[in-house]
């Protein structure tokens, strides 16, 4: 069966669906859309590199700004996990919060979010006609492994909408999301970017899912760091 692609409806009756050009610019200029349409059915670009059928865009590299519509149906998970491990850039999908992708690889991992005000008008592709909405809300996530740029391009873009800044706003995650003390430090870590050993402490100290009267729970976080992530003079990265 052939991998729906590149901006592309759950729905198999539908086209594909383009982003509309506006939004793109008025959160870019981006280094890469991986899953990008094909040349001929691009109507305008999303980015000064695209990847697009034949090609797999979840098996090419990435590098620099990455924009990220991805297909919507049961291999969006994949494209939001890549989206969360590679932390730099801004991905389009339905403000689905109940979702095994979201409560995986958006709140725990992503940097701020925008939930749209109405519904996103898409396009077709070859001639770039209005087409209609996706039939659910929309939401831009951004990821930002250093600083806040992509945070800021989705706040300051004056798209109407909600904005959330997911590492100020998160202190919880679902136990059966982070089930080893590696997820879970290393996903507190993500979250923050990077933290100082007493910040990783506070962070752990307000989960809820780890509990209170456990006495070995610093010597686990420094086991669990010096073992999985990076160090830079006094402040953790994951690895």
Not at 18 to 24: K, Q, S
Not at 166 to 181: D, E, F, K, N, Q
Not at 201 to 206: D, K, W
Request: glycine share 8%; with cysteine.
């Amino acid at each position: 069966m052939k991998r729906m692609h590149a901006h592309v409806s759950g729905n198999p009756q539908t086209l594909e669906w383009l982003t509309p050009p506006g939004l793109v610019q008025a959160l870019g200029p981006f280094d890469l859309d991986p899953c990008a349409p094909a040349e001929g059915r691009r109507v305008w670009p999303t980015a000064a590199l695209h990847y697009s059928l034949p090609q797999d865009g979840l098996k090419l590299p990435w590098e620099g700004r990455v924009w990220c519509n991805p297909p919507y149906g049961k291999e969006l998970e994949r494209w939001v996990e890549r989206m969360a491990h590679h932390q730099n850039g801004i991905a389009l999908i339905f403000a689905r919060t109940e979702t095994q992708a979201f409560n995986r690889w958006i709140w725990p991992m992503a940097s701020a979010m925008l939930f749209l005000e109405g519904r996103i008008r898409f396009h077709r592709p070859i001639t770039g006609e209005q087409y209609r909405d996706g039939g659910a809300p929309s939401v831009l996530v951004a990821y930002d492994r250093d600083g806040i740029r992509n945070a800021a391009a989705i706040k300051d873009a004056g798209i109407p909408g909600a904005w959330l800044d997911a590492r100020r706003g998160l202190v919880m995650v679902p136990a059966a999301v982070w089930s080893t003390w590696r997820d879970r430090v290393l996903g507190h870590l993500r979250r923050m970017g990077s933290a100082t050993l007493g910040q990783v402490y506070e962070a752990i100290a307000a989960d809820p899912n780890v509990p209170a009267a456990n006495n070995h729970v610093q010597a686990k976080v420094r086991q669990t760091l010096y073992l999985h992530a990076q160090r830079d003079g006094d402040r953790w990265r994951a690895a």
